[in-house]
T-cell receptor, first 115, second 113 residues
Framework: QKEVEQNSGPLSVPEGAIASLNCTYS??????FFWYRQYSGKSPELIMS??SNGDKEDGRFTAQLNKASQYVSLLIRDSQPSDSATYLC???????????????WGAGTKLIIKP | SAVISQKPSRDICQRGTSLTIQCQVD?????MFWYRQQPGQSLTLIAT?????????ESGFVIDKFPISRPNLTFSTLTVSNMSPEDSSIYLC??????????FGPGTRLTVL
């Protein structure tokens, strides 16, 4: 069973601090990883995608990928109350027999930014 | 990214009835997906909607219960048949880009009494 694991939280971070969200995956063949933000009552929205080992920065967000450790993380700098949401990690299923390009989803981490 | 709409946005239905949810995309896309999300839970893939062929269903989901149509590259429907209270959930459609990112519609909140 191919899985993506996240700590469900809630993760409480003071405003202005760095929020660190982590995710591990079991499918060693996965090459593509995605972070989504989901506000309560809304659908998930894509924040970052990462395909190569190392860091990828976009504004206040940095995604980190370590394929050897099968580990993906998302850092949010200068956290704001508006960052309070559930963050979902997803990995592209590596299945050469199936071209449906499914994503394996983590359960999500609830992040609370305290003013 | 594509603009995706879903209809209805919410509905309250009686047990034993069926509801058809529509998903419309503003551009042609190859891959469309239907998900279910229970309150406080992550996303569960119901099926992949393939244009011109039958949908591919995940374990635990069957065509008789969740028939899907995909008549063209911009539209799909999911029907929830013979509903029970356990079908109460949010139903989401998504489309995949060439980079395999998925973009979601606003969702349909279904309550079955």
């Amino acid at each position: 069973q191919k899985e993506v694991e996240q700590n469900s939280g809630p993760l409480s971070v003071p405003e202005g601090a760095i929020a660190s969200l982590n995710c591990t995956y079991s499918d060693r063949g996965s090459q593509s990883f995605f972070w989504y933000r989901q506000y309560s009552g809304k659908s998930p929205e894509l924040i970052m995608s990462i395909y190569s080992n190392g860091d990828k920065e976009d504004g206040r967000f940095t995604a980190q990928l370590n394929k050897a450790s099968q580990y993906v993380s998302l850092l949010i700098r200068d956290s704001q109350p508006s960052d309070s949401a559930t963050y979902l990690c997803a990995a592209l299923l590596d299945d050469l027999m199936d071209s449906n390009y499914q994503l394996i989803w983590g359960a999500g981490t609830k992040l609370i930014i305290k003013p | 990214s594509a603009v995706i709409s879903q209809k209805p946005s919410r509905d309250i239905c009686q047990r034993g009835t069926s509801l058809t949810i529509q998903c419309q995309v503003d551009s042609q896309v190859t891959m469309m997906f239907w998900y279910r999300q229970q309150p406080g839970q992550s996303l569960t893939l119901i099926a992949t909607a393939n244009q011109g062929s039958e949908a591919t269903y995940e374990s635990g989901f069957v065509i008789d219960k969740f028939p899907i149509s995909r008549p063209n590259l911009t539209f799909s429907t999911l029907t929830v048949s013979n509903m029970s209270p356990e079908d109460s959930s949010i139903y989401l459609c998504s489309v995949a880009s060439q980079g395999h990112e998925q973009f979601f519609g606003p969702g349909t909140r279904l309550t079955v009494l």
